[in-house]
């Protein structure tokens, strides 16, 4: 469901609307889209700065982890046993 609301915008920004949208689309459906998309994209946004700082949280862990398979596999390789 729709609802109808009002907004404000400068001369510009309502001529910038009105050149992409042309005669294809209402001004409101163009609007509606776009707002679609940056709503779309701040959600994003916000996924991938928790999974970063998930990340960065434990990148010492991980490091360590890191470090001590690259450890076993030095001692293990076989130009270490010659």
């Known amino acids: 469901m729709k609802e ?3 907004i404000t ?5 309502l001529a910038g609307v009105d050149r992409l949208t042309g ?3 209402s001004r409101s459906a163009f609007i509606e889209r776009i707002l679609r998309r940056y709503l ?3 959600a994003k946004a916000a996924l991938h700065a928790r ?9 010492d862990q991980l ?8 450890d076993y596999q030095a001692m293990d390789s076989p130009a270490t046993n010659e």
Do not use: G
């Open 9 to 13: 915008l400068s001369k510009d920004v």
């Open 23 to 25: 005669s294809k689309q």
């Open 4 to 6: 109808k609301t009002s």
């Open 40 to 42: 779309r994209e701040r």
């Open 51 to 59: 999974d970063l700082e998930l990340i960065n949280r434990a990148t």
């Open 63 to 70: 490091n360590k982890e890191a470090e001590n398979v690259l």
